[in-house]
């Protein structure tokens, strides 16, 4: 399928020491903290159900992806390059932070 990225193809993309944050409405009740890209990658994995409702988009003038079931807005996630590798990822699903980011959906 063009543009899919599946099994360890999408490794690659993960920087060796990258970081995963997830707020702790996105953590199931609890912040979360997963270093290292094979971790990642299987935590990650997690919200693979929410991509059906996903688009690119700017957060705050920065490339990430919302995800909004049925246009309401339920998760963020942002994304750190360095060296031509993902460094960071930040997921955000706390209402009240998600209603204070300033918006722009891509094309």
Do not use: K, Q
């Amino acid at each position: 399928m063009p543009g899919h990225v599946a099994g360890t193809e999408r490794l690659v993309l993960l920087h060796p020491d990258v970081e995963l944050r997830a707020d702790a409405v996105a953590g199931g009740g609890r912040p979360v903290v997963v270093r290292g890209r094979v971790d990642v990658a299987s935590r990650a994995s997690m919200f693979a159900a929410n991509s059906v409702h996903a688009d690119v988009a700017l957060i705050d003038g920065e490339p990430g992806v919302v995800v909004a079931p049925e246009g309401r807005l339920t998760l963020v996630l942002r994304f750190d390059v360095g060296a031509d590798r993902i460094v960071h990822i930040d997921i955000e699903a706390d209402p009240h932070r998600l209603c204070d980011l300033e918006l722009a959906v891509l094309d």
